[in-house]
């Protein structure tokens, strides 16, 4: 049974800043990537980025470039999420998700690629 539990969300005024955490566990947990996706009320989920666990190359979606930096833990299968410059826009559920084995570049954004996800931590940016 593999388990992904985020950290870290809450109320941050605009231009603010959170980092997320995600702790993958799990019996023989391993992955070739993490990614963060999130879900505002009356929307679809949405790719935020990802990491590949091996080299560490990320991708991000265009609204967060700039502003959001995914990096590993020095401990064992834990991914973070450092969002700077938060606007209310980005106001959402942010979910962390584990990819178990290489589908292609398109499914590292497509959150029909990931196998496991976390029960998610709200973020809310207040204007």
């Known amino acids: 049974q593999v388990q992904l539990v985020e950290s870290g969300g809450g109320l941050v005024q605009a231009g603010g800043s959170l980092r997320l955490s995600c702790a993958a566990s799990?019996?023989?947990?391993?992955?070739?990537?993490m990614g963060w996706f999130r879900q505002a009320p009356g929307k679809e989920r949405e790719f935020v980025g990802a990491?590949?666990?091996?080299?560490?190359?990320?991708y991000y979606a265009d609204p967060v470039k700039g502003r959001f930096t995914i990096s590993r833990g020095n401990a064992k299968n834990t991914v973070y999420l450092q969002m700077n410059s938060l606007e209310p826009e980005d106001t959402a559920v942010y979910y962390c998700?584990?990819?178990?084995?290489?589908?292609?570049?398109?499914?590292?954004?497509?959150?029909?690629?990931?196998?496991?996800w976390g029960q998610g931590t709200q973020v809310t940016v207040s204007s």
């Open positions: 990491i590949t666990w091996t080299v560490g190359v990320t």
């Open positions: 998700a584990a990819q178990r084995s290489y589908s292609g570049r398109s499914a590292l954004t497509d959150k029909r690629g990931y196998d496991y």
């Open positions: 799990g019996r023989t947990f391993s992955s070739y990537a």
